[in-house]
C-alpha cells in the first residue's frame, strides 16, 4: 500500500484521506489539535487559536464540512503540546487551551483527549497514520519518544 505524508507546518491545518499520513511536530508552546474519524484525519497546528480566530475557524469548519453532526460525538480529538513554562504567559496559554477545547464541544465532537507537554526544553510530534488505524504522540528532546498511542476505530 503507497502512502504519503503530509507534514503541517506552524499556524497550518490539514487534511487526508486513507492510507495516508499526516503529522507535525515542534510542539511546545504550540498547541497540536488532531480530529481523527474512520477514513479522514486532520491536525491544526496554532500558535494561539484564540488569536488566529480566521484559521480556527476555516479548521472547524473543515471538521464540520468532512463529519457529520451525527457522528462527531464519535470521533477522536486530541488536544497536544503548549508547554506552560515560566518565561510563557501562562493566562494566554491557558485560555487558549480552554478556547479550542470548548470550540470541539460546541461544534459536536467528543470531549478531546488532553495531553500537555510537561517537559522543558521537549516538544510534542503527533502522527495519524489512517493506514495503520491509529493517531500516535511522541515526545521530542533528542530523538521520538512514544508517549500514548491511539486506535481511530468505527467507534471513534
Not at 488536544?79 to 506552560?84: A, D, E, V
Request: charged share 25%; hydrophobic share 35%; with cysteine.
Amino acid at each position: 500500500m503507497y502512502q504519503i505524508e503530509k507534514k503541517i507546518e506552524q499556524l497550518d491545518f490539514g487534511v487526508v484521506e486513507f492510507p495516508n499520513i499526516i503529522s507535525t511536530e515542534g510542539l511546545g508552546p504550540c498547541i497540536g489539535i488532531v480530529v481523527a474519524w474512520k477514513h479522514t484525519g486532520l491536525i491544526y497546528h496554532a500558535t494561539d487559536p484564540y488569536m488566529e480566530a480566521e484559521t480556527t475557524e476555516e479548521f472547524l469548519s473543515e471538521c464540520k464540512r468532512r463529519i457529520p453532526i451525527p457522528d462527531r460525538h464519535k470521533v477522536l480529538t486530541i488536544l497536544c503540546g503548549s508547554l506552560i513554562d515560566s518565561s510563557d504567559d501562562s493566562k494566554t496559554t491557558r485560555r487558549a487551551r480552554k478556547f479550542i477545547y470548548t470550540e470541539l464541544i460546541k461544534a459536536g465532537f467528543t470531549a478531546p483527549i488532553q495531553k500537555w507537554n510537561s517537559i522543558q526544553k521537549s516538544g510534542h510530534k503527533i502522527v495519524i497514520n489512517l493506514g495503520e488505524n491509529n493517531v500516535t504522540l511522541y515526545r521530542q528532546v533528542e530523538c521520538d519518544e512514544e508517549i500514548d498511542r491511539w486506535a481511530i476505530s468505527p467507534a471513534h
